[in-house]
């Protein structure tokens, strides 16, 4: 089955620069899917962060725009999150999330159009 993995977080002075890894096995078939990011802070929704799909289109949440950039490298299996300019209110838990098909453009950034979610990595910022 698909599996979801990510690393990369840490504590940040604000500011600063992270990278998100989120590596993906189980046969995932990135050509017909959508990837993306998600986090949550303790008592809030789950927020879209970035998502990209098969074709490479990205999508972003408005309060990451233009500091963070979603990609991946198919031929490592892998999806990543490149953040700059972190705030002290991106500080969350931040989730890999993958589709099992297509995702309207609309509901790319809708934690509830995903399949599989990685157990999130840490993200602080102060």
């Known amino acids: 089955h698909v599996q979801l993995v990510e690393s990369g977080g840490g504590s940040v002075q604000a500011g600063g620069s992270l990278r998100l890894s989120c590596a993906v096995s189980?046969?995932?078939?990135?050509?017909?899917?959508?990837m993306g990011w998600f986090r949550q802070v303790p008592g809030q929704d789950r927020e879209g962060v970035a998502a990209?799909?098969?074709?490479?289109?990205?999508s972003y949440g408005d309060s990451v725009k233009g500091r963070f950039t979603i990609s991946q490298d198919n031929a490592k299996n892998t999806l990543y999150l490149q953040m700059a300019s972190l705030k002290v209110e991106d500080t969350a838990m931040y989730y890999c999330?993958?589709?099992?098909?297509?995702?309207?453009?609309?509901?790319?950034?809708?934690?509830?159009?995903?399949?599989?979610w990685g157990q999130g990595t840490q993200v602080t910022v102060s």
């Open positions: 999330a993958a589709s099992r098909g297509y995702i309207a453009t609309s509901r790319r950034l809708v934690a509830t159009a995903y399949n599989y």
């Open positions: 189980g046969g995932y078939a990135y050509n017909r899917d959508c």
């Open positions: 990209i799909n098969s074709d490479g289109r990205t």
